[in-house]
């Protein structure tokens, strides 16, 4: 690839490329494409004809398709192989999430998870915790939900209000605040959410659905 090309943001629009400097869907290999079919085929077999349902977000229409989901792969793709993922190129990844828009309505509940929801767990977490959840949600059986905006704040990410404090004995942070627009909070299993420690330091934190005070409307 051209230098120019590599470096220069949008220079598509005024310069010319080589054709060996353009990637396109035929630059994929045989388990790629067929990874873009099966999801494909998820979506008219088993999407769209209950699509109205889905939309309405109703949890026992919409839980067992995320479940389902986890079959073809997408919640693996781009957890590195060291975990147990399937470590899919840039190339890949960019079929799968072309394919994923053909699930409608599904796919934001699909790209939550996914993506925001796990990917600050494998780039981030500890051994302990990845040991602990990540096989749970490639596998479908935990949803994770990416908690950031706050009544207050929205793209303002650092001026969020909730804050964590340690309790008096060491053992665990007490969070208090509030968070809204959570795309997956009506189901998820798992919080990927973000407080400042002591109202200073911007940190995020695994909270389970099932911890004590967790308060979903």
């Known amino acids: 690839m051209s230098t120019s090309l590599q470096h220069r943001g949008a220079s598509y629009l005024f310069q010319d490329a080589d054709p060996e400097d353009i ?22 077999q ?15 229409v919409v839980r067992p398709l995320f479940k389902k989901a986890a079959d073809l792969g ?3 793709a781009e957890v590195p192989e ?9 190339l890949g990844i960019a079929g799968m999430m072309e394919s994923r828009s053909y699930l409608g309505a599904l796919s934001s509940t699909v790209f939550a998870h996914q ?14 915790q990845i040991e ?10 935990m949803m994770a939900a990416f908690a950031l905006t706050e009544p207050g704040s929205g793209s303002d990410a650092m ?53 004590g005070g967790v308060n979903v409307q």
């Open 23 to 44: 990637t396109t869907p035929e630059d994929m290999n045989e388990e790629q494409r067929m990874m873009m079919k099966s999801i494909r085929d998820f979506a008219e």
């Open 46 to 60: 088993e999407v769209i004809p209950v699509m109205d349902e889905v939309e309405a977000r109703m949890s026992e």
């Open 74 to 76: 997408i919640y693996m």
């Open 82 to 90: 060291e975990y147990g993922g399937l470590g899919l190129s840039v």
């Open 115 to 128: 993506g925001i929801g796990s990917l600050p767990l494998i780039n981030f977490g500890t051994p302990e």
């Open 132 to 141: 602990k959840y990540l096989e749970p949600l490639m596998t479908g059986e």
């Open 159 to 211: 001026n969020i209000k909730s804050t964590a404090t340690l309790n008096e004995e060491g053992t665990h942070y007490i969070i208090r605040g509030s968070k809204q627009w959570i795309t997956n909070a009506g189901w998820a299993d798992l919080f990927i959410l973000f407080a400042k420690v002591d109202g200073q330091q911007f940190t995020a934190f695994l909270m389970e659905r099932g911890f």
